[in-house]
C-alpha cells in the first residue's frame, strides 16, 4: 500500500461555486492522493464547506472535479457517494429519530478495491465500535439524545460505512469536547494510515484581538490555537509559519 501513496484520488482544477447571485470560490485547484491529509484553513465564511459542497454536487458549480480518474463535475450527490467519495458535514445531520445501529445502516454500502486492485477499508459496525467505543456502549440510542460530540462521531461513522476511498470532513473539531478534538485526531490518523484520503476543514485562528487590547478574547483565541495545532499535528500534519 505504501508504494500507492502518491496516487491521486482526487484532484480538483479551477473550481467556481456560488449562492445564486454570489460567487464564493474561485477557481480553487487542488489534490488529495491516497493516504494523504489536505487541510483547507480559513476563518468562518472563507469557503471551505463551500468547497466541500462543491465537490459533492451540493451546488451550483464551473471546473473540472476528478475521482479517481472519472469525471464527476456534473455528477449528482447520489451518484458521487456511490463512487466512494464520503462528506461528513459540519452541522452532523443525524437521523434524531434512528438509534445509532440505524443511522450506520443508512450509510451502508458494498466493498470496494482501489485502482491497483487492492481492497480499501471495510468497515462494520463492529470495527467502527473500536475505533469509536463510546458509540458501542449505546448501539440502540437515538441519535436526538446524544451529545454534540457523539452524534459527530455518529456522523464519521455513518460516512466510513460506505468503505469511501476519500472522505471530506468538514471542521470535525467544532463545537466539541477536548476530550473529543484528541479522539477524532487519533481516528483521522488512523484512517490515513488505512490509505483513505481526507480532505479536512478547519478553523485557522488569529490572534487579532491581543493586538487590539482585548487581553481576554485572546486568551480564548491562543487556547483555541493550541487546540487547533494539536488537532492538526496528531492528524499526520505540521505547521508551518
Known amino acids: 500500500m505504501n508504494a500507492n501513496r502518491g496516487e491521486t484520488i482526487l484532484s480538483v482544477d479551477k473550481l467556481c461555486a456560488s449562492y ?11 489534490e488529495v492522493g491516497r493516504g494523504e491529509v489536505v487541510a483547507l484553513m480559513g476563518r468562518n465564511g472563507a469557503g ?6 462543491a465537490i ?8 473540472r472535479v476528478s475521482f479517481n480518474g472519472a469525471d464527476i463535475s456534473r455528477g449528482k450527490p447520489h451518484e458521487i457517494a456511490r463512487l ?27 466493498p470496494r ?25 449505546m448501539p440502540d440510542r437515538s441519535g436526538g439524545r446524544m451529545s454534540g460530540g457523539e452524534q459527530q462521531m455518529l456522523t464519521v461513522a455513518r460516512t466510513l460505512m460506505g468503505n469511501p476511498f476519500l472522505v471530506l470532513l468538514d471542521e470535525p473539531s467544532e463545537g466539541v469536547a477536548p476530550v473529543i478534538v484528541e479522539q477524532m485526531a487519533r ?3 488512523q484512517l490515513k494510515q488505512a490509505g483513505i484520503g481526507i480532505l479536512l476543514g478547519v478553523d485557522q485562528i488569529i490572534e487579532r484581538p491581543v493586538e487590539m487590547g482585548q487581553p481576554e478574547h485572546g486568551q480564548d483565541l ?11 499535528q496528531n492528524c499526520g500534519l505540521c505547521l508551518r509559519d
Open 187 to 189: 481516528t483521522i490518523l
Open 20 to 30: 445564486g447571485a454570489a460567487q464564493i470560490l474561485y477557481d480553487l485547484s487542488l
Open 56 to 63: 459533492m454536487g451540493l451546488m451550483a458549480r464551473k471546473g
Open 84 to 110: 466512494g467519495l464520503g462528506f461528513t458535514p459540519e452541522d452532523r445531520r443525524i437521523f434524531a429519530d434512528l438509534t445509532v445501529m440505524e443511522n450506520l445502516d443508512v450509510g451502508r454500502q458494498p
Open 113 to 137: 478495491t482501489f485502482a491497483d486492485g487492492s481492497p480499501a477499508p471495510l468497515w462494520s459496525p463492529e470495527r467502527l465500535f473500536k475505533l469509536f467505543p463510546n458509540l458501542g456502549e
Open 48 to 53: 471551505k464547506s463551500t468547497t466541500m459542497k
Open 222 to 232: 491562543r487556547d483555541r490555537l493550541r487546540r487547533c495545532t494539536f488537532f492538526l
